[in-house]
């Protein structure tokens, strides 16, 4: 999961600078992981839907690319059964907010629901050793 999530973070500062995104999306993003803190802004939604078209990991209709994600996934070190099961809880988040016709609050409702399933599966990376990571990688 550092993997995963440590790409995304590398092609935040292009959406940063594309979507003009301010400070307050930047900690939501730092502090995504952590349980007692809540996605709150729309603008988050927005860099994330960024980070994933970057990322190639969308669809034409915004929704998740399931060969692409998978792919993704095992590319960045999950095997093929944490990979199916990261594309099917995004999934099934997705189905949960499909009505949602924004797509940015739609990525943030879709997120904040990822989450959650993550930390029910203990398998929510921390921060810390992410940002560590990723620091030593520039």
Not at 63 to 71: D, P, R
Not at 81 to 97: G, N
């Amino acid at each position: 999961m550092k993997n995963i999530t440590g790409s995304f973070l590398k092609v935040l500062d292009d959406c940063k600078h594309e979507l003009n995104l301010g400070d307050n999306v930047l900690l939501d993003l730092y502090h995504f992981w952590k349980q007692d803190r809540d996605l709150a802004h729309r603008d988050t939604g927005c860099a994330i839907v960024c980070m994933s078209k970057k990322l190639n990991l969308l669809d034409t209709s915004g929704k998740l690319h399931h060969g692409n994600a998978q792919e993704f996934a095992v590319r960045h070190g999950a095997g093929d059964d944490m990979a199916s099961k990261l594309v099917t809880t995004v999934h099934e988040c997705e189905k949960t907010h499909i009505e949602e016709e924004d797509q940015c609050l739609r990525a943030l409702e879709v997120s904040k629901c990822f989450k959650a399933a993550m930390h029910e599966i203990n398998w929510a990376p921390k921060m810390d050793v992410i940002i560590t990571e990723v620091l030593t990688e520039v």
